[in-house]
């Protein structure tokens, strides 16, 4: 397997080759215009690989700063929207406790036995979906608060303690970086060719602006890009590389659609931004977040 360097330095050549096709298509005088919007979206792409890649070269101090700041940010983000209603915002302390929460589900993950961080996952999952089948998800009240700190605590609660359980092992690194790879390379895509080819909604009422053209631009590129990554890069066999490709390409789309399901029921577009023209760090963090353990996962029930 790679190491952490070799998987940072393909997820930066991946932003190069991106701008060398923006840069053809920038020269065809028909997709010009689009071509130019698409630059502000590799500029903050570029921004969000360093942030996401750069951590791994540093060891595992820098790591857990940075997933501690991407647990609050992304509790803070999750609260604000969970606990929102359609006479009131979340307030101050709700989204506070959310950071809080989530932040303390990424240290366990951290440092509990897997095992320990596997079964707690279930037992919030089930929590979760208990809440919602027997609370009503009134307007204000003690129902409406429980039903929104579960949501908080299954998405990105349940994502963040399980991507901490390969953020602390360096053995796991390479999931964590390859989940990351590949999901970009799937969205970035699937964006890019939404934008220019997009006309038929995948997920019309959760998902509005993902077209079935999109997603297989994205898939499409996802099939090539995993190929070449694992003949020059990876070398893992065939059979377990498609199955990853696969949970990765699978949980990547869960985990957007499990994110705008909680923006639509509170009725906003996106969550509380940090990047002008991506949205909130749950918004670009939502599918990679899932894709990486998943994919990990299934490696484990693959090879064992």
Not at 94 to 122: I, N
Not at 293 to 302: C, E, M, N, R, T
């Given at each position: 397997?790679?190491?952490?360097?070799?998987?940072?330095?393909?997820?930066?050549?991946?932003?190069?080759?991106?701008?060398?096709?923006?840069?053809?298509?920038?020269?065809?005088?028909?997709?010009?215009?689009?071509?130019?919007?698409?630059?502000?979206?590799?500029?903050?792409?570029?921004?969000?690989?360093?942030?996401?890649?750069?951590?791994?070269?540093?060891?595992?101090?820098?790591?857990?700063?940075?997933?501690?700041?991407?647990?609050?940010?992304?509790?803070?983000?999750?609260?604000?929207?969970?606990?929102?209603?359609?006479?009131?915002?979340?307030?101050?302390?709700?989204?506070?406790?959310?950071?809080?929460?989530?932040?303390?589900?990424?240290?366990?993950?951290?440092?509990?036995?897997?095992?320990?961080?596997?079964?707690?996952?279930?037992?919030?999952?089930?929590?979760?979906?208990?809440?919602?089948?027997?609370?009503?998800?009134?307007?204000?009240?003690?129902?409406?608060?429980?039903?929104?700190?579960?949501?908080?605590?299954?998405?990105?609660?349940?994502?963040?303690?399980?991507?901490?359980?390969?953020?602390?092992?360096?053995?796991?690194?390479?999931?964590?970086?390859?989940?990351?790879?590949?999901?970009?390379?799937?969205?970035?895509?699937?964006?890019?060719?939404?934008?220019?080819?997009?006309?038929?909604?995948?997920?019309?009422?959760?998902s509005p602006r993902k077209t079935v053209e999109g997603l297989a631009t994205g898939?499409?590129?996802?099939?090539?890009?995993?190929?070449?990554?694992?003949?020059?890069?990876?070398?893992?066999?065939?059979?377990?590389?498609?199955?990853?490709?696969?949970?990765?390409?699978?949980?990547?789309?869960?985990?957007?659609?499990?994110?705008?399901?909680?923006?639509?029921?509170?009725?906003?577009k996106d969550y509380p931004p940090v990047l002008a023209i991506q949205g909130g760090?749950?918004?670009?963090?939502?599918?990679?977040?899932?894709?990486?353990?998943?994919?990990?996962?299934?490696?484990?029930?693959?090879?064992?």
């Open positions: 397997m790679p190491d952490n360097t070799a998987l940072v330095l393909v997820a930066w050549g991946l932003v190069a080759a991106g701008c060398l096709g923006l840069a053809f298509l920038t020269a065809v005088r028909a997709l010009r215009g689009q071509a130019r919007e698409l630059w502000l979206l590799m500029g903050s792409e570029a921004l969000i690989v360093a942030c996401a890649t750069t951590p791994f070269l540093f060891g595992q101090t820098v790591i857990a700063l940075a997933l501690a700041a991407l647990a609050a940010r992304t509790g803070w983000e999750a609260s604000c929207v969970s606990f929102k209603t359609p006479s009131r915002d979340a307030g101050t302390y709700a989204p506070l406790l959310g950071s809080a929460m989530v932040l303390a589900f990424a240290a366990f993950g951290w440092f509990a036995p897997t095992y320990w961080v596997v079964m707690f996952c279930a037992v919030v999952l089930l929590a979760t979906l208990a809440c919602s089948h027997l609370m009503a998800d009134t307007a204000n009240g003690p129902e409406h608060s429980v039903n929104a700190l579960a949501r908080v605590a299954a998405f990105p609660g349940i994502a963040l303690a399980l991507y901490a359980l390969l953020a602390r092992d360096p053995n796991l690194h390479v999931y964590a970086l390859l989940g990351f790879i590949l999901v970009e390379v799937f969205d970035s895509l699937a964006l890019f060719g939404g934008k220019l080819f997009g006309r038929t909604p995948a997920f019309p009422r959760l898939f499409g590129a996802l099939l090539v890009a995993s190929a070449v990554l694992n003949y020059f890069i990876v070398g893992m066999a065939w059979g377990p590389w498609l199955a990853l490709v696969s949970a990765i390409a699978a949980a990547a789309v869960l985990g957007d659609l499990v994110a705008s399901a909680g923006k639509r029921r509170a009725g906003v760090a749950l918004d670009i963090a939502d599918a990679w977040l899932v894709a990486s353990p998943a994919g990990a996962g299934i490696i484990w029930l693959v090879i064992g």
